[in-house]
C-alpha cells in the first residue's frame, strides 16, 4: 500500500520562502520518477516540478529560477520568491515513467498541503 504525505505547508509573505516535504511508505525513493502539482481554487490542477530517479528535474515556467525539487530519503520543493499566484494546495504525486507536468502519467497521489502567500 503505498501512502505519500506532504508536510511543510503555510502562510508567508510575498517574496519569502517555504520547504515542502514528501515522505513516501510502500515506495521505493531511489528508484521512482515524483513530482509537485498544485490546484488553486476554481482551477485544474497543474505541475509544478518532477524528477526522475536519476536526479534530473523539469519545471513548469512559472517556477522556474524559483523553485528547487530535490529526492533522498524524501521529496522535497524548495520554494524561494514566493508570489500570491503560488496560493494553492500542494501535492506529492508517484508513479511517472519520466519527469512529467501531467496528472495523467502519475499514479499515487497524496492528501496535499496548503501553501498561502499574502
Known amino acids: 500500500h503505498v501512502q505519500l504525505v506532504e508536510s511543510g505547508g503555510g502562510s508567508v509573505q510575498a517574496g519569502g520562502s517555504l520547504s515542502l516535504s514528501c515522505a513516501t511508505s510502500g515506495w521505493s525513493m531511489s528508484t521512482t520518477c515524483m513530482g509537485w502539482f498544485r490546484q488553486a481554487p476554481g482551477k485544474e490542477r497543474e505541475g509544478v516540478a518532477s524528477i526522475n530517479d536519476d536526479g534530473v528535474p523539469l519545471y513548469a515556467d512559472s517556477v522556474k529560477g524559483r523553485f528547487t525539487i530535490s529526492k533522498d530519503s524524501v521529496l522535497s520543493l524548495r520554494m524561494n520568491s514566493l508570489k500570491s499566484e503560488d496560493t494553492a494546495m500542494y501535492y506529492c504525486?508517484?508513479?511517472?515513467?519520466?519527469?512529467?507536468?501531467?496528472?495523467?502519467?502519475?499514479?499515487?497521489w497524496g492528501q496535499g498541503t496548503q501553501v498561502t502567500v499574502s
Open positions: 504525486a508517484a508513479g511517472c515513467w519520466a519527469p512529467a507536468l501531467v496528472s495523467r502519467a502519475y499514479t499515487y
